[in-house]
């Protein structure tokens, strides 16, 4: 009950925050439509080439975008000394993971959604038809890359080189989801559409699998 | 003096004091030792002052006190609580400890939510009266001078009526009202009988407040007004 409502009221913050300043949205949002009108321009798509590479490119947006959002998630509650005093309110610490993650999630999918119609125009790709099942893997991908990325985010802003350290960090180990979201991503937006279950099967056990690693080391990410 | 100029006193707010045992602490750093063996029993109702140079030990040994810090070695207990882990010390750091993006108001509402404070909003209301800030409850803390980002910093160290206070240098950056305001919350607080444990540099009004004085050098304790040394030749100790 605790956490459930410590995760309410961070959330709350998070979101009061950012609406406030409106840094990070601002900054994926322009990426992320960067790099999709780059795309299509310098590759020309005929329809089977957006389908082939379109959502890729998408991905790829994606993890770059997440990136830039995830570095200042623990890095600006140094600046006061601010994570001191979330770890000396909240009972369970895995709340303020939780709150993060979230809110997160919830920037990334919003930019998504903004971006997955300029994504259809530039791309010629109808995502219609398909979007439920569409929305269904950005939701899995964008809370694996999240989860991944808050934790790693916790850990690089207590190093030296923090700024170097969280996209080394977080390549690697967003590599297996960034590649099962495209090949899902694919697939869907196939001429002849295809669910891959066994994707978004995988997408899932990441997302659980990251999520339980959080609630039970968390607290170590957290100290000095 | 910035804003409204505070006023009331802060002390019937509080719970029972609770005092705090420091067994063997040793605090590693790599291979720095920030604390090395400090073993200190502070009384329930208590107000200590830590005195040392830069790099004794003394903010290691308050983050420690606070929970923030897990120490290397050693124990750190609170005797007079049933249970140790449901004691959670009011903290003041160097820093605000506050959001910069945020009112004093959503500062003191939010970290109120959080602790499971009885009547969140009142009671942050309550205590931006107390601190003065009432006026500037609706202004982004960003907007503050130090002297009032300190009174929010100890407004929220308040929150929950904690029954231990530690400050690490409470006084820095207070204009003389804001400071005078500070000697007098204190001195109301420890009256109440709340454990205070400060860290300060040099004598000063506040150091008038302290019951014992105690000087960390590299680590270790090497004076303490219990074991016979006077508080006056400790809190000086640096200007001599």
Redesign the interface.
């Given at each position: 009950m605790?956490l459930f409502?410590?995760t309410t009221?961070?959330l709350g913050?998070e979101l009061?925050?950012e609406f406030?300043?409106r840094e990070l949205l601002t900054t994926t949002a322009v990426f992320i439509l960067v790099v999709l009108i780059m795309f299509s321009f310098a590759i020309s798509p005929t329809a089977e080439e957006s389908r082939a590479f379109g959502p890729g490119l998408l991905w790829l947006a994606i993890l770059f975008a997440a990136s830039l959002m995830l570095q200042p998630c623990f890095l600006r509650e140094q600046?006061?000394?601010?994570l001191?005093?979330?770890?000396?309110?909240?009972s369970d610490p895995f709340a303020i993971f939780l709150a993060k993650l979230a809110a997160n999630t919830f920037f990334l999918l919003l930019t998504e959604l903004l971006m997955l119609p300029l994504f259809a125009v530039f791309y010629n790709i109808p995502v219609w038809p398909q979007l439920h099942y569409l929305l269904l893997v950005l939701f899995l991908g964008s809370l694996g890359v999240s989860t991944a990325g808050t934790a790693l985010s916790a850990i690089s802003a207590q190093a030296r080189m923090r700024e170097l350290l969280l996209p080394l960090l977080l390549l690697p180990i967003l590599t297996p989801v960034l590649v099962v979201s495209a090949i899902v991503t694919v697939k869907l937006l196939d001429r002849d559409p295809a669910i891959e279950w066994k994707g978004i099967g995988f997408l899932a056990v990441f997302d659980i699998v990251f999520l339980t690693a959080l609630w039970l080391f968390g607290e170590y990410l957290l100290?000095? | 003096m910035d804003g409204t100029a505070p006023k009331s006193s802060l002390a019937p707010l509080l719970l029972p004091a609770t005092g705090l045992r420091f067994e063997n602490i040793d605090k590693r750093y790599g291979r720095l030792f920030a604390l090395r063996g400090v073993t200190l029993e502070i009384s329930a109702g208590e107000c200590v002052a830590l005195a040392g140079r830069n790099g004794s030990g003394k903010t290691t040994l308050l983050r420690i006190a606070s929970r923030l810090v897990r120490p290397s070695a050693g124990t750190l207990s609170f005797p007079d609580a049933a249970a140790s882990s449901a004691v959670r010390p009011g903290y003041v750091g160097h820093t605000t400890m506050v959001y910069d993006e945020l009112t004093a108001e959503e500062n003191l509402a939010l970290f109120a939510h959080l602790q499971h404070v009885e009547q969140p909003a009142a009671r942050a209301e309550s205590l931006l009266r107390e601190v003065g800030l009432y006026d500037r409850r609706g202004s982004l803390v960003r907007t503050f001078s130090r002297g009032m980002r300190q009174r929010i910093a100890i407004a929220r160290a308040l929150l929950h009526r904690p029954s231990i206070l530690l400050l690490d240098e409470p006084a820095t950056g207070l204009d003389p009202l804001g400071f005078a305001w500070l000697v007098r919350s204190l001195r109301d607080l420890s009256a109440s009988g709340c454990t205070i444990v400060m860290s300060l540099h040099g004598e000063s009004e506040i150091s008038s407040i302290a019951t014992r004085a105690v000087r960390l050098d590299a680590g270790k304790v090497v004076e303490d007004s219990k074991s016979g040394a006077s508080l006056h030749s400790i809190l000086t100790f640096e200007a001599a």
């Open positions: 605790s409502s410590n009221v961070l913050k009061r925050t406030r300043s600046t006061n000394d601010t001191s005093s979330l770890r000396l309110a909240v100290e000095e | -």
